[in-house]
């Protein structure tokens, strides 16, 4: 669809109510759209000296305003993880499996193919978010605030040119065997009637964990190679009273791509979210992660793994803020950076003055392929509280030499070699998934990435 949200002001609601009603929207949502749509006709760009757009400009992630959009739609896919058996395993862990096909066979061991629109099993309902909009009560109340479309310029044009996203729901006590997997699989139409118009994809995720519920969701996204689309992609977290989620996000977009990804979540008493992010894809991506701390015994983890070639470059800004005593936190993000590539980190504690009992660690490492590679680290606390224990660290090295020699007399081409060294610097944060089916696809998931990068 085409939308232009500084046309004639009556032209540009009319198109923003034809999208809402193409999906049955109910009258609430409609008008959140119309209120971000006038947010989005409003609000000035982003000044360029914001420091979290300091290295890498918002101009590219954004949309020219006076110009046509082209919203894409996306095809979502809810699937199952299978258990795997021990020797699997190893198989995948050890590299066995990473040939260039390894990620289409990792999909067929490691995923049921009921190719489902939504689910509803073991106390998780998964439905797209368009349906959610229609059938989920409550959601203008709790999810959609009124001032949603207010907080910056993405989520004033997510508000209003949303056309993708999944609503999860996890109930009381629910405990499913099995990790679920959400793909969103976004496509341009090509009987676009304005092909001049710019490609824009924008999806809002929800994650509802309701008291003592315990699960393991999956969330990817990819986009078709040649298609120079930007994605702006908002995912929110409400973690009730003694629930555990782990969450794996899989950034996997074309390297034509431009990706803003933005995290939030809150926290209740005892409540723990485990992200692991994979950012794998797209040549620019920006990452925002905002964890809120409010209740006692909180505790999030942030762990993350990115890989950049050619001249990709990866932006992760992550900012916890613990507001109640007795919280914790843990980041980590491993960063492997080849070609002529950069990975910039960003880390942000901060402990308000009654976070007392506060434990917070963060940490970055780096490992640079080659000698045009470009990583940065800035971790920062701000504490405000006396009685904490909060420490933060950064590393980078090559790769060594040694063992690609070891690996290389042993049969191992240089870029099998390589692949191995990159999956052990990865496997302490895909380990951390508590899933060993989910952490054997994305073992194989970084492999395949990097074997595709050389071999093309």
Known sequence: MIVNIKANLEKAIEDIVQLATSEGEPR???????????????????????????RTPARFFFPDRQQPINLVGEKMVVNEFQT??????ALHAYGINSRSEAKDSAQAEALTHGNYDSINKDGVQILPMGQALKQVKGLNDFFFEAECHQKDLSCALNAA??????????????????????????????????????????????????????????????????????????????ISSGAQVNYILVSDWAKEATCLTTIHARMGQDASLKIIFAGIGAGLAKTFFSEDLNSPGS????????????????????YIHHKAPHSTSNVLFNCAVAGNSRSIFAG???VDGQAQKTDAYQKNQNLLLSPQARAESMPKLEIIADDVRCTHGASFTDYDENQLFYLQSRGLNEVEAKSLIISGFFREVVERSDDQAVANWLFVLTQSRFIHSNAS
């Open 161 to 238: 040119l949303r056309t993708g996203g999944a609503y999860v729901e996890i109930a009381p006590g629910a405990a499913p065997a099995r990790a679920f997997h959400i793909l969103h699989d976004i496509k341009q139409d090509p009987s676009s009637a304005d092909q001049s118009a710019q490609p824009l994809h924008f999806s809002h995720s929800l994650i509802r964990a309701s008291e003592r519920a315990h699960a393991v969701v999956v969330e990817s996204f990819q986009s078709q190679a040649g298609e120079a689309l930007k994605a702006h992609s908002l995912i929110e977290f409400d």
């Open 28 to 54: 609430w949502s409609v008008n959140i759209r119309k209120a971000g749509l006038v947010s989005a006709r409003t609000m000035p760009d982003i000044d360029p000296k914001n420091e979290a757009w300091r």
């Open 84 to 89: 795997v058996s021990e020797d699997e395993a």
């Open 299 to 318: 505790n999030a983890e942030i762990y993350g793994v990115v890989f950049t070639d050619n001249t990709a470059r990866s932006d992760v800004d992550t």
């Open 348 to 350: 942000n504690i901060y």
